[in-house]
């Protein structure tokens, strides 16, 4: 008669993984709860609960951190799960700096770092990479080898097929067809990477606005307007990762963009990037700077969804801009049908409620299916935030799993 193996599905010790995994992540959602409370929440009894705490305890998964106050009867012990039993370090890289960052694996963030780019060598990237993340370590008072894995994110995407990077001419250094190998050999630890407006449709699915929806598009603008696509809850990356690359789309009132490897102008990106609003404030005879960089941008559109709410010219800088972004959003909505879309990016979130307004109205008018404009709610370095998410995923998988 064969036996059994150990990690088969229905044995006691997948049934025991599986209970510790359910009473872990209640812990992380939750916070601190006591023995009685996770055997509510997870539906066993006292005796196994007690037994999962005990193994979880001694594993270094969780810890006893005080006990309840204020309720009738004895105090109880309450657990947390350990944050410091592993750390994710994430990425966030623009042509002008790269941010890092670790969290432990309760999803605190720990340990942050800054490295401006502008003038180095492009042969420096690994460089930059492993500086950055030393920093954010050191910061963190850990060793670069207890950060469990890395999550880069990028503007354009990585081709699965050939390994270099794709739609980000602007990032100097790394589209080299060997910087994933050079990579791989200077970090202590697995790593992934991840398109940047990718990160921040996970971050705002796991901790925003999209959190419960599993179909949705978000629209980013800061320096480039760019999109994410969630279909059925999963990120849709298309086949060369550059599924969302809205700058390129043709859309009237703009040149077509042509030979797209090297082209700056033209398209959506034309019609609604950052460089769009300084034009639409001077054509309204708006005082504005020349220069099409976001804080501009954004000063307008937050002057005008607040101070200047009472300046027609502002009212009017509001509905251009607004109806600029649904004529994009139309054709997105006509090929994907989502129940949601997120506006994200300094510049959208700039104009606030008044934009987001606008929009849907607009797109109303444009769509045949109409679904619901909301702004993002990661308001702080969400591609960041969105690395550290994807990393925590995989080493909570990794560092939770007790069926081994």
């Given at each position: ?5 150990p ?38 009894s ?17 810890v ?7 309720r ?25 700096r ?26 420096g ?9 030393d ?38 250094g790394?589209h ?21 407006v ?14 419960g ?23 849709h ?9 809205v ?86 909505v ?69 069926s081994?």
């Amino acid at each position: 008669m064969a036996g059994t193996t150990p990690g088969t599905p229905g044995t006691p010790r997948v049934l025991r993984a599986m209970n510790d995994r359910a009473a872990l992540d209640l812990l992380l959602e939750h916070g601190p709860l006591s023995r009685t409370r996770i055997g509510k929440l997870t539906g066993l009894s006292k005796p196994t609960a007690s037994q999962l705490l005990a193994r979880l305890e001694a594993a270094g998964l969780v810890v006893a951190t005080g006990t309840t106050e204020g309720r009738p009867g004895p105090n109880a012990q309450l657990y947390a799960v350990n944050a410091r039993a592993a750390y994710a370090a994430g990425l966030d890289v623009t042509a002008h700096r790269i941010r890092a960052a670790v969290a432990d694996v309760a999803g605190a963030i720990v340990g942050e770092s800054e490295l401006p780019t502008p003038g180095r060598s492009a042969t420096g990237v690994v460089g930059q990479v492993t500086e950055a993340l030393d920093g954010a370590v050191k910061a963190a008072g850990i060793a670069r080898e207890d950060v469990r894995r890395l999550v880069i994110g990028t503007p354009g995407a990585f081709d699965p097929a050939t390994g270099r990077l794709r739609y980000a001419s602007h990032l100097p250094g790394w589209h080299s067809p060997t910087l994933l190998e050079e990579l791989a050999a200077a970090l202590p630890m697995p790593f992934e990477y991840e398109n940047d407006v990718n990160l921040v449709a996970l971050a705002e699915q796991r901790l925003g606005a999209a959190r419960g929806h599993s179909d949705f598009a978000l629209l980013w603008n800061e320096e480039g307007i760019g999109a994410a696509l969630v279909l059925g809850g999963r990120l849709h990356r298309g086949f060369t990762g550059g599924a969302g690359e809205v700058g390129f789309m043709p859309v009237p009132g703009t040149p077509l963009v042509r030979r797209v490897a090297r082209a700056n102008s033209g398209g959506y990106q034309e019609l609604a990037g950052v460089q769009s609003v300084p034009r639409i404030a001077r054509a309204l005879g708006i005082d504005t700077p020349e220069q099409p960089y976001v804080p501009v941008a954004s000063g307008l559109l937050a002057h005008a969804a607040g101070e200047g709410a009472g300046d027609p010219r502002y009212t009017a800088l509001l509905d251009q801009y607004a109806e600029r972004v649904a004529i994009g959003l139309s054709s997105v909505v006509a090929v994907l049908d989502p129940e949601l879309i997120v506006l994200s990016g300094e510049v959208l979130v700039a104009g606030g409620e008044p934009l987001r307004a606008r929009a849907q109205s607009a797109l109303a008018d444009l769509a045949a299916s109409r679904p619901r404009l909301v702004l993002a709610a990661v308001p702080r370095r969400p591609v960041l935030r969105g690395a550290l998410e994807s990393a925590l995923a995989a080493t909570r998988d990794e560092v939770f799993d007790t069926s081994r």
